[in-house]
């Protein structure tokens, strides 16, 4: 039997013991009861959230063939969570053990600074019902100014720009959506924040809520924390991110070496990963390249003219970087899930029996990146002097340049080993403050 049915089949077959144990004596004390005992995640052990496969879109407990994501086609999101253990769900913890504002802050130098209330607008797929709740816990729990849809720090609409219907809701999906909202409140606490509600996960759909964020008065930056692999298509659905004057960044993938779409396009930063971790050094943190991070020679968009390196005849990913590796990973708050709030919830989500989460969980993947470095877009101002990628090119000393880490092997070292100066897993490097954006 696969190792994920026969997982599932000892979970089903659990569950009735689970439920009076659970209720009474809580998730560990009811795994220990069954002879199973307290599972501990090990360092290193992830899982992609389930929103890595568009299959499973309003599917629960259900083993699907992997999908490959396309450009042209459904696409999939780039977050990555602490998992439970091998070959299980997210870790879910009572509270947080990520990195919060204060840290993610001091490692790249924006305490104290302030946007004036610009906009950020994230582009996902499906809806999320708990976006509004979860978001004001979250900013709750860190001493966050308010951001809610009664005084328009935050809004949430559809493809077509409206306030309603939203789509279907997708457990997957709300989950990227919570990092998305939790990153940018973390890196720019007075930013408002636009969530674009895509129908589907399809190109076709995102493309449009692309165009319905750029066109929202007030967006200073968009992020995008999805992708697929390269198609002849996306020259044409490039057109979607050809929004000069908007800071528009994409996650480049949690793949390793190798570039996906929309990061490939001429017309966004394309934001890789990094590890990043506290230091004894005068900035007191340091970095390195994730070793899942996206990166490489685009097969089809033409090389910007500020991107000079001749490693790629086409476009070369990354253009800048940030952390993303989820053991330095966020802590990000969702609620949105199908089995409500207890621990017998939280150990069918921990054993991959349902999707979605019951509140804290430690998430990464480039899909932590790219908010971020739209925030600090955002945080910089800058953006009607912005042609698409170029700043941080014309401003690259005003990056921590990261030296080390690899995502793979490649004939030109470069693109897939950091080192002194451009790279590919990091491009220029990650924010030394706003000047860089």
């Given at each position: 039997?696969?190792?994920?049915?026969?997982?599932?089949?000892?979970?089903?077959?659990?569950?009735?013991?689970?439920?009076?144990?659970?209720?009474?004596?809580?998730?560990?004390?009811?795994?220990?009861?069954?002879?199973?005992?307290?599972?501990?995640?090990?360092?290193?052990?992830?899982?992609?959230?389930?929103?890595?496969?568009?299959?499973?879109?309003?599917?629960?407990?259900?083993?699907?063939?992997?999908?490959?994501?396309?450009?042209?086609?459904?696409?999939?999101?780039?977050?990555?969570?602490?998992?439970?253990?091998?070959?299980?769900?997210?870790?879910?913890?009572?509270?947080?053990?990520?990195?919060?504002?204060?840290?993610?802050?001091?490692?790249?130098?924006?305490?104290?600074?302030?946007?004036?209330?610009?906009?950020?607008?994230?582009?996902?797929?499906?809806?999320?019902?708990?976006?509004?709740?979860?978001?004001?816990?979250?900013?709750?729990?860190?001493?966050?100014?308010?951001?809610?849809?009664?005084?328009?720090?935050?809004?949430?609409?559809?493809?077509?720009?409206?306030?309603?219907?939203?789509?279907?809701?997708?457990?997957?999906?709300?989950?990227?959506?919570?990092?998305?909202?939790?990153?940018?409140?973390?890196?720019?606490?007075?930013?408002?924040?636009?969530?674009?509600?895509?129908?589907?996960?399809?190109?076709?759909?995102?493309?449009?809520a692309e165009d319905a964020a750029a066109a929202v008065p007030g967006v200073v930056a968009i992020s995008n924390s999805y992708g697929g692999t390269e198609d002849t298509s996306e020259l044409t659905d490039d057109a979607s991110f050809d929004h000069a004057g908007i800071a528009i960044t994409a996650a480049a993938g949690d793949s390793g070496y190798g570039v996906e779409w929309p990061a490939a396009s001429q017309y966004v930063t394309a934001v890789g990963g990094t590890t990043l971790d506290t230091a004894s050094n005068a900035r007191g943190w340091t970095e390195t390249a994730w070793a899942d991070t996206g990166g490489g020679c685009s097969a089809y968009e033409p090389k910007p003219g500020w991107q000079k390196d001749t490693g790629c005849t086409y476009r070369t990913d990354n253009d800048v970087a940030a952390d993303a590796d989820p053991n330095t990973g966020l802590a990000v708050y969702d609620t949105y899930n199908q089995c409500g709030s207890s621990s017998l919830c939280d150990l069918l989500i921990e054993l991959g029996i349902v999707q979605g989460l019951d509140g804290w969980a430690k998430v990464g993947g480039t899909s932590l990146a790219s908010p971020l470095i739209a925030s600090v877009y955002a945080l910089a101002g800058n953006t009607k002097s912005i042609d698409y990628g170029n700043w941080p090119y014309s401003h690259r000393s005003s990056l921590f340049d990261v030296t080390s880490g690899s995502n793979g092997s490649c004939s030109t070292a470069y693109l897939c080993t950091a080192g002194v100066g451009y790279d590919g897993p990091t491009g220029l490097g990650t924010p030394d403050s706003i000047t860089g954006f």
């Amino acid at each position: 039997m696969p190792p994920v049915l026969a997982r599932r089949f000892v979970a089903v077959a659990v569950i009735a013991a689970c439920v009076t144990l659970a209720a009474s004596t809580g998730t560990a004390t009811a795994l220990t009861g069954l002879g199973l005992g307290a599972v501990s995640p090990a360092h290193g052990s992830l899982v992609d959230l389930p929103c890595a496969n568009p299959a499973n879109h309003g599917l629960v407990g259900q083993v699907l063939a992997a999908v490959q994501p396309r450009a042209g086609g459904a696409l999939r999101c780039f977050a990555t969570a602490i998992e439970y253990s091998q070959g299980a769900g997210p870790l879910i913890t009572s509270g947080p053990t990520g990195y919060g504002p204060t840290q993610i802050q001091s490692a790249y130098k924006l305490t104290g600074l302030a946007s004036g209330g610009r906009t950020v607008a994230v582009v996902d797929a499906y809806g999320d019902p708990d976006a509004a709740a979860n978001l004001a816990t979250y900013r709750s729990y860190y001493g966050l100014p308010p951001c809610t849809t009664a005084s328009g720090c935050f809004k949430q609409i559809n493809e077509s720009g409206a306030s309603a219907p939203l789509p279907s809701g997708d457990y997957g999906w709300a989950e990227e959506e919570s990092l998305d909202l939790d990153t940018i409140s973390a890196t720019c606490p007075d930013c408002h924040i636009l969530l674009v509600e895509a129908s589907s996960a399809n190109t076709s759909d995102l493309d449009q809520a692309e165009d319905a964020a750029a066109a929202v008065p007030g967006v200073v930056a968009i992020s995008n924390s999805y992708g697929g692999t390269e198609d002849t298509s996306e020259l044409t659905d490039d057109a979607s991110f050809d929004h000069a004057g908007i800071a528009i960044t994409a996650a480049a993938g949690d793949s390793g070496y190798g570039v996906e779409w929309p990061a490939a396009s001429q017309y966004v930063t394309a934001v890789g990963g990094t590890t990043l971790d506290t230091a004894s050094n005068a900035r007191g943190w340091t970095e390195t390249a994730w070793a899942d991070t996206g990166g490489g020679c685009s097969a089809y968009e033409p090389k910007p003219g500020w991107q000079k390196d001749t490693g790629c005849t086409y476009r070369t990913d990354n253009d800048v970087a940030a952390d993303a590796d989820p053991n330095t990973g966020l802590a990000v708050y969702d609620t949105y899930n199908q089995c409500g709030s207890s621990s017998l919830c939280d150990l069918l989500i921990e054993l991959g029996i349902v999707q979605g989460l019951d509140g804290w969980a430690k998430v990464g993947g480039t899909s932590l990146a790219s908010p971020l470095i739209a925030s600090v877009y955002a945080l910089a101002g800058n953006t009607k002097s912005i042609d698409y990628g170029n700043w941080p090119y014309s401003h690259r000393s005003s990056l921590f340049d990261v030296t080390s880490g690899s995502n793979g092997s490649c004939s030109t070292a470069y693109l897939c080993t950091a080192g002194v100066g451009y790279d590919g897993p990091t491009g220029l490097g990650t924010p030394d403050s706003i000047t860089g954006f």
